[in-house]
């Protein structure tokens, strides 16, 4: 059985930073690539970024490039977001999901198992 549990969230001051981790069992990186995906209230499920195995390549959304980094170790099967320079923006639930393949993808329906999310908060 396929778990993901993220940790890390919080408070942050704008500008400042953050990691989330995501610690992975039952499945191993090199067959999916995972993702990071958040929700603010009454909004949909956004990507955030993601990360192929396979070559290492990662990919963000428009509006977190530059700020955010996605990484994985591999011998801890747990994968990171940090994310740096928030904007209250920012604000959301984080969730990590592991895609059905081993490319990732920017539409959460190409991700089969989910983590329960964690709390962001961006406030002064």
């Known amino acids: 059985q396929v778990q993901l549990v993220e940790s890390g969230g919080g408070l942050a001051l704008p500008g400042g930073s953050l990691r989330l981790s995501c610690a992975v069992s039952?499945?191993?990186?090199?067959?999916?690539?995972m993702g990071w995906f958040r929700q603010a209230p009454g909004k949909e499920r956004e990507f955030v970024a993601h990360i192929r195995w396979s070559g290492g390549n990662t990919y963000f959304a428009d509006s977190v490039e530059g700020r955010f980094t996605i990484s994985g170790d591999n011998a801890k099967n747990t994968i990171y977001l940090q994310m740096n320079k928030l904007k209250p923006e920012d604000t959301a639930v984080y969730y990590c999901a592991s895609s059905k393949y081993i490319l990732g993808s920017r539409n959460y329906i190409d991700y089969d198992y989910w983590g329960q999310g964690t709390q962001v908060t961006v406030s002064s």
């Open positions: 039952g499945r191993t990186f090199s067959s999916a690539a």
